[in-house]
Nanobody, 118 residues
């Protein structure tokens, strides 16, 4: 079994920064693509950023230039550095460890709340 535990969320003012962490248990972390998703009330869950097993990142247009995803395979941890936060970034952020093929399960963390407000 794999467990993902997110941390680092909280309340921040517009223009501020937060760093989210997702620590994974198990032995499969380094072989899997990872992603950060978010879901705001009344909206669908959306992919914010992803990173491949070899470290190549990808970002949603809404966060390009502001967010940075990274991973430390030695620590089984993926990070999301969020800068210049905006109120529309408010959501529950979820860590995802992706399946490699159809039929393999993926894994989700419990989520961490990010609130951007004055």
């Amino acid at each position: 079994q794999v467990q993902l535990v997110e941390s680092g969320g909280g309340l921040v003012q517009p223009g501020g920064s937060l760093r989210l962490s997702c620590a994974a248990s198990g032995s499969i972390f380094s072989t899997r693509n990872m992603g950060w998703y978010r879901q705001a009330p009344g909206k669908q869950r959306e992919l914010v950023a992803s990173i491949t097993s070899n470290g190549s990142p990808n970002y949603a247009d809404s966060v390009k230039g502001r967010f940075t995803i990274s991973r430390d395979n030695a620590k089984n941890t993926v990070y999301l550095q969020m800068n210049n936060l905006k109120p529309e970034d408010t959501a529950v952020y979820y860590c995802n460890l992706a399946a490699r093929w159809v039929g393999e399960r993926d894994y989700w963390g419990q989520g961490t709340q990010v609130t951007v407000s004055s």
